[in-house]
C-alpha cells in the first residue's frame, strides 16, 4: 500500500500525547468539530482482497483460533480462570520456581531434608530414558508403579521413566544431558548445569547429588562470589548453588572450578552449580545444558505413583482437555501442578472445564507476577507489552517498539525525568528468556518476496492474549500510553506494525468493548486516514474471531452511518470478517449500496464508494464461498451466489457486476499466480443436474453473461476472463473448468463472436505468442443452440 506520511496528531509527530490519549474520540480525532472540511487522504488505497489478505499473514496465529477466546477453557471455553476448583500443592509465582521442596521456598542456604528430595525423586522424570522392557499399563491406585506413560502415550515424545529408588540401574539415556552431567559430577566433583529457569533444572541437580550416592544435602547462598564458595562446603555432603549469577563482571573462571573441584575431593563432597541458560565459564568444566522433557512425558511421570481411582494415565492424557493443555509449552512446574488438577479429575473432585481451564489460569498468574513484581523495571514491563504485541514477529521489531513504549510510560511515571534508554543494555538473548520466550528463524513475508528473519515467541501461546488482556483491564494508569502508543503503530509504514496495533485493539475490545470504542476503535474509524480505519476494521474483525459480542451491530450501523467514514471501514470490516455472517453480511451492503445511489451517487470524500462497497462484497463472497465447500457445504455456497443474478437490476445493478469482475481476481498463489479462486469454486463444484453444485454453476456463469454484455463492465469483465484463460495454461484443472464454463457463456451469436475473438487473439503476458490454451478452449466454444438459448434465458 502506497501511503503518505501526512497530519499525524501528536508532538512527536507520530499520536497524541499520554494525556491526551484516554480522551474521548470526539476530542481527540480530526473527526470533530470542523474536521468534516478537511479532505480524506485519497491518495491511499489498498484493495478489499489485499486487506483481507495482510490481516490474515500479518495476525499471530492465536488470533484466529477457538483457543485464545477468554471462556477459559481451551476446548470448552466453559469459564474464565479457575473459580471453585480445588487446587493442590504449592502456589507458582513465576518462571524461577520449579519444584517445591517444602513450605519455605525462598530459603536457598542451609540442610535440605532427605525427605524431601526422596520426595521429588519419586516423580522426576528423565527426558529420553530407554523404555524398560516387560511394561504394562496398570490402573493407578496408589500402592504400586503406573508405567502407563509409555512412549504411545504421544506420538513423537520418546519415552520418561519416574526415578523409582536407588536400587534401580540407571534409567536415564547414555550421552543424555543427565548421563553426561553426572559423568562430570563424578569426575571433578563439581557440575555446572544451565537452562531457562523453567525447564526443572534445581530438581535435575539434586537428582544428580542423589545419584552419586548423596544421602546429605546443603543449599548455598546464589548471592556468594566464586571465591568464597569453596569456604561453604561440608564434609560429605551434596551441595547445590540454585539460580547461580554469572556475566562478564562475575565470571566462573578456571581456577575458581579447580579449587573447588580439590576441595570437594578432599572433603568426599559433591557441588552442583545451577546457572542460566548463557552462562560466563572459562575453563575447568563445560556447563551441560538442560532440557526439561517433553509435557505429556512429564505429566505421567508425576501420575504414575498417584491415586487415579482406577483409571488409565494413557486414558487420562487422551483427554481434549489434557491434550489442549499440553500442546502449550509451558514451565515444568505448571506441569506438576497439572497433574494435581488431573488426579482430581480421576477421583471425580476436579470438572473437565475446570481442567481445561489450567492453561489460562497459568499463563494469568505468570503475567500478573510479572506486573507485581519489583524485579521487573519498567523498561521490562515495556518490553512483554511490546512483545505479547508482536508475539511471532521479528525481534528487533520488538525492540525498537516497545522503547517507544517505555519513553510515553515514563511520562506518566516520572513526567520529570527524561527516558533513558541503555543503548547497549540487556543483551536479547537475555531479555527473551526472561520473558519465558523462544528465537526462532522464519521467513517473513514482503512485498518484495519472503525474507528470512529472527522471530520471538512466548513459549506459553496463551501469554500474549493474556498479558494483553491484563495491561489493558488490570493497570487503567497505563492506558493513555497505550492507546498513544498504538495510534503511532496503526500509521507505521509496515503493514505487520499497523496489522498487531489492531490485534492488540481487538484483545482490548474482547476484554473491555465500551472503553476500546471510546478509546481507540471508534476514533480510528472515523479518522480522515485511511490507516486509521483500515485498523478500526481490522480490530473489529479479529474481535469477532476473540469472541466479542456485538461486531456484527457495529458494522451495520456504520454501513448506514452519515458520516462516509464510518461506511468505509464498515464495508471494509464486512471484506475482513463478513464470510462469518455473510448474508447478514450481503444485506447489509446492498442496503448501503440503495442508500448511496438515494443520496444521489459517492459523496465528495469518497469517490470509490461503488467500487470500495463491491470490492467488500466480492471478499466476503470469496471467502465465504471457499469456506464452504472445504466443509461440503454447497448448499450455503450456492445460496449466496445464486442470490446476486436476481439483484442485478435496477440500482444494485452496477454494485453485483462490479463485484463479480472482483471476485475474478485473487488467486490461490502470490502476486496474482494460480489458480482463481472463484475459477476454482466453479471447478470443485458438482455438474450434476438438481445438485447444489449445479446450482452454483449456472449462477456464476449467469453472473459472467451479465458481465460481458454489460457496456460499462464488459471491459473488465474480459480482461479477466483473459487472466483466467492464461491461469489455465499450466493447470489442467483450470483448463477443464474453463471448457465447461465458456459454453454455458456462449449463449447467444454475439456472445460466441466475442468469445472466439478473445480465443483467437489472446497473447501471452511478456511475449506475443498466443498460449496453446486458448486454440484449445476455442474449439470448444461452437455457435449456440436454442437450447442453451432457453435454458440460460432461466438465469437472466
Known amino acids: 500500500m502506497n501511503v503518505s506520511q501526512d497530519q499525524q496528531a501528536g508532538p512527536d509527530g507520530q499520536g497524541p500525547q499520554p494525556e491526551q490519549a484516554g480522551a474521548a474520540p470526539e476530542a481527540t480525532d480530526e473527526t470533530a468539530t470542523g474536521a468534516a472540511e478537511l479532505p480524506d487522504a485519497e491518495e491511499e488505497t489498498e484493495h478489499a482482497w489485499d486487506s483481507r489478505r495482510d490481516l490474515y499473514r500479518h495476525s499471530p496465529g492465536i488470533m484466529l483460533g477457538h483457543s485464545a477466546r477468554i471462556g477459559g477453557s481451551l476446548v470448552g471455553g466453559d469459564q474464565h480462570g479457575v473459580s471453585g476448583g480445588h487446587v493442590t500443592g504449592d502456589v507458582i509465582l513465576g518462571g524461577k520456581v520449579e519444584y517445591h521442596l517444602g513450605a519455605d521456598t525462598e530459603e536457598r542456604s542451609g540442610e535440605i531434608p532427605v525427605s524431601e528430595v526422596e520426595a521429588l525423586a519419586r516423580n522426576f522424570v528423565y527426558p529420553g530414558a530407554p523404555q524398560q522392557d516387560g511394561d504394562e499399563a496398570e490402573t493407578g491406585t496408589g500402592t504400586g508403579r503406573n508405567d502407563s506413560h509409555s512412549a504411545d502415550v504421544s506420538a513423537g515424545i520418546g519415552t520418561a521413566v519416574p526415578f523409582g529408588g536407588p536400587d534401580l540401574d540407571e534409567p536415564w539415556e547414555p550421552g543424555s544431558p543427565f548421563a553426561l552431567a553426572l559423568a562430570g559430577l563424578r569426575e571433578h566433583r563439581v557440575a555446572v548445569l544451565s537452562g531457562p529457569a523453567t525447564t526443572g533444572r534445581r530438581a535435575a541437580a539434586l537428582m544428580l547429588l542423589r545419584a552419586v550416592g548423596t544421602r546429605s544435602y546443603r543449599a548455598l547462598d546464589p548471592a556468594l562470589s566464586p571465591g568464597r564458595l569453596t569456604g561453604e562446603l561440608r564434609e560429605g555432603c551434596g551441595h547445590i548453588v540454585a539460580d547461580y549469577a554469572t556475566s562478564a563482571e562475575r565470571p566462573l573462571q578456571e581456577h575458581h572450578i579447580r579449587a573447588l573441584s580439590e576441595r570437594l575431593h578432599a572433603t568426599g563432597s559433591h557441588l552442583v552449580l545451577v546457572v542460566g541458560p548463557h552462562p560466563v565459564v572459562h575453563g575447568g568444566v563445560a556447563p551441560v545444558p538442560w532440557r526439561s522433557p517433553a509435557p505429556a512425558a512429564l505429566l505421567a511421570g508425576h501420575l504414575a505413583n498417584r491415586n487415579l481411582g482406577g483409571r488409565r494415565v494413557d486414558e487420562l492424557l487422551a483427554l481434549d482437555e489434557v491434550q489442549a493443555v499440553l500442546a502449550h509449552h509451558r514451565p515444568v512446574a505448571d506441569t506438576a501442578r ?271 464508494e461503488r467500487d470500495d462497497l463491491a470490492q467488500s462484497a466480492a471478499a466476503l463472497l470469496l471467502a465465504a464461498g471457499q469456506e464452504a465447500a472445504a466443509r461440503d457445504d454447497w448448499k450455503t455456497a450456492a445460496g449466496l451466489w445464486d442470490a446476486l443474478p436476481g439483484l442485478a437490476r435496477g440500482t444494485t445493478r452496477d454494485f453485483v457486476l462490479r463485484a463479480t469482475v472482483h471476485a475474478c481476481g485473487p488467486t490461490d498463489g502470490p502476486a496474482g499466480t494460480g489458480r482463481p479462486l472463484l475459477l476454482d469454486l466453479f471447478a470443485r463444484a458438482d455438474p450434476r443436474p438438481g445438485t447444489d453444485g449445479a446450482v452454483l454453476r449456472h449462477a456464476l456463469a449467469a453472473l459472467w453473461r451479465g458481465v460481458l454484455n454489460d457496456p460499462m463492465a464488459s471491459a473488465s469483465g474480459l480482461q479477466a476472463l483473459r487472466q483466467w484463460v492464461r491461469a489455465a495454461e499450466h493447470d489442467g484443472g483450470a483448463e477443464t473448468a474453463l471448457a465447461e464454463l465458456l459454453p454455458m457463456l456462449a449463449v447467444s451469436t454475439e456472445d460466441h463472436r466475442r468469445l472466439a475473438y478473445l480465443l483467437e487473439n489472446l497473447r501471452g503476458e511478456d511475449d506475443s505468442t498466443p498460449p496453446a490454451v486458448a486454440s484449445r478452449l476455442r474449439s470448444l466454444v461452437a455457435a449456440p443452440s436454442s437450447d442453451a438459448r432457453t435454458t440460460a434465458a432461466t438465469f437472466r
Not at 423 to 434: C, H, P
Not at 488 to 493: C, K, N, Q, T
Open 338 to 608: 497439572f497433574a494435581d488438577r488431573v488426579a482430581g479429575h480421576a477421583l471425580g473432585t476436579v470438572s473437565l472445564s475446570e481442567l481445561g481451564a489450567f492453561g489460562h489460569y497459568a499463563a494469568e498468574r505468570q503475567v500478573r507476577e510479572w506486573f507485581d513484581s519489583g524485579d521487573h523495571t519498567l523498561h521490562d514491563k515495556a518490553f512483554l507489552i511490546a512483545l505479547a504485541t508482536f508475539d511471532e514477529a521479528p525481534y528487533p521489531l520488538t525492540a525498537e517498539l516497545s522503547d517507544v513504549l517505555f519513553g510515553l510510560l515514563q511520562r506518566i511515571e516520572n513526567p520529570g525525568e527524561p527516558a533513558r534508554i541503555p543503548v547497549f543494555g540487556t543483551s536479547s538473548a537475555l531479555r527473551v528468556e526472561q520473558a519465558l520466550a523462544d528465537r526462532y528463524q522464519e521467513p517473513e513475508e514482503t512485498e518484495w518476496g519472503p525474507v528470512l528473519q529472527t522471530k520471538v515467541q512466548f513459549r506459553d501461546r496463551l501469554t500474549a492474549i493474556t498479558l494483553l488482556r491484563e495491561v489493558w483491564t488490570g493497570h487503567p494508569s497505563a492506558r493513555p500510553a497505550l492507546i498513544a502508543w498504538l495510534r503511532r503503530l496503526a500509521d507505521d509504514p509496515r503493514p505487520v506494525v499497523r496489522t498487531r496495533a489492531a490485534a492488540t485493539a481487538a484483545v482490548m475490545a474482547e476484554a473491555d468493548l465500551p472503553s476500546a470504542m471510546a478509546l481507540l476503535i471508534g476514533s480510528w474509524a472515523a479518522d480522515r486516514r485511511l490507516r486509521a480505519r483500515l485498523a478500526a476494521a481490522n480490530a473489529l474483525a479479529l474481535a469477532h474471531h476473540l469472541g466479542a459480542p456485538h461486531v456484527s451491530r457495529i458494522l451495520a450501523e456504520w454501513c448506514v452511518a452519515p458520516d462516509h467514514r464510518l461506511r468505509w471501514t464498515a464495508a471494509r470490516g464486512y471484506a475482513l470478517v463478513g464470510d462469518a455472517f455473510p448474508q447478514e453480511a450481503l444485506a447489509a451492503l446492498t442496503d448501503a449500496v440503495r442508500g448511496m445511489e438515494s443520496r444521489g451517487g459517492p459523496v465528495r470524500g469518497w469517490t470509490g
